[in-house]
């Protein structure tokens, strides 16, 4: 019995409860996964890297073949480069009922691959589905592993994990690792340049947005979030030319570095040029916009409102990643255009 499966054996029930979770997606033998696509992808021309992260560094000396992907945005990363992953985590939140994203559906059928859809990590990664794989390279640069977790993984195989704090890794450095682990640098880094031309475009197309500040928030379940600047959805929205709001660290409340919750009655101290409202529903903004909280924020009474509407848009800029950054960009663009149009 190797390392690992003793660890498995070991786990708690809640632990095993987890691992049988399996989803129904069909297991591949891995033969369709590659480092790359053409020469690149062969083992020759791989040079060994070393990747530095925030439990050390993991050495990757050969060319990967059987890639797993965890968390948020290096199965995009990966797909983007050309290389389909063995095993992708299942996501919750915008999915398929498979755990697929619309923009990772729909890679996945334009190449004609099947990955097994691993469990989603609730607690802790599906190790012994991930074992099973035999996977070569198993990359978490954006995802909410610890230490001890960390070091499990890395008894499957080389890992990757974040470079200083769980879900936290900027989108284009989740991109630039992933081309890193894989041998395709140089291809990442065109891959950034090409998004950022993307962007560059849209704002370029927007004017309006330019130096509008805006506050972002979420009304849900009788809790009234507002993201900061940290918050990888404002920091996003700061790509497209707004600033945040001075009102949003001015009323900032707890701990948390992403986002805080903000008494009904303190909303009308939400100044900014334009709010951006996400939510899942159109009901849900209905219902929203019906609050006197709401109707108390100046740029509400304002029309200055961007509704992202739909927990796959939603999804799609939570954080950004290779493939939803054009799949949802121009919707999310115009959504916002529209409020900033409202501010003038």
């Known amino acids: 019995m190797t390392p690992i499966r003793r660890v498995i054996a070991a786990t708690s029930a809640a632990g095993l409860l987890a691992l049988a979770a399996c989803s129904g997606g069909d297991q591949t033998d891995g033969s369709d996964a590659s480092g790359g ?14 990747l530095e992260h925030a439990f050390g560094s993991t050495e990757i000396s050969e060319q990967p073949q059987d890639v797993v992907t965890l968390g948020w945005g290096s199965t995009e990363a990966a797909l983007a480069l050309g290389v389909e992953p063995v095993g992708i985590e299942q996501q919750t939140y915008g999915a398929d009922g498979q755990g697929r994203l619309p923009w990772v559906a729909e890679a996945l059928q334009e190449a004609g691959a099947e990955p097994t859809m691993l469990p989603p990590a609730v607690e802790e990664p599906p190790y012994e589905e991930i074992d099973s794989l035999s996977p070569d390279l198993i990359l978490a640069p954006y995802s909410g592993i610890d230490e001890e977790q960390y070091e499990l993984l890395s008894e499957i195989a080389p890992t990757v994990a974040y470079p200083e704090a769980p879900w936290t890794t900027p989108w284009r450095d989740v991109i630039t690792l992933t081309g890193e682990a894989l041998g395709l640098a140089d291809e990442a880094d065109g891959l950034v340049e090409d998004l950022d031309g993307r962007i560059e475009q849209a704002v370029a197309d927007h004017p309006e ?20 600047p940290q918050d990888s959805r404002v920091d996003f929205l700061l790509d497209l030319g707004l600033t945040s709001a001075p009102a949003v660290e001015e009323l900032a409340s707890g ?8 008494s009904y009655e303190e909303t009308s101290r939400l100044e ?25 924020i100046p740029a509400v009474q304002d029309g200055a409102v961007a509704h992202i509407v739909g927990d796959d848009l939603v999804a799609a800029m939570s954080p950004p990643t290779a493939l939803s950054i054009t799949w949802g960009l121009e919707e999310y663009v115009d959504a916002i255009s529209e409020a900033a149009a409202a501010a003038e």
Do not use: C, H, M
């Open 37 to 50: 696509s053409g020469e690149d992808g062969e083992a020759g021309d791989f040079e060994p890297v070393t």
């Open 255 to 262: 701990s948390n570095t992403f986002l805080y919750e903000l």
């Open 272 to 296: 900014s040029d334009i709010v951006v409202n996400y939510a899942s529903t159109q009901e849900e903004v209905e219902t929203f916009l019906d609050q006197s909280y709401a109707q108390a």
């Open 209 to 228: 947005l330019e130096g509008k500040s805006v506050a972002a928030i979420w009304d849900v379940g009788g809790v009234f979030y507002v993201y900061r």
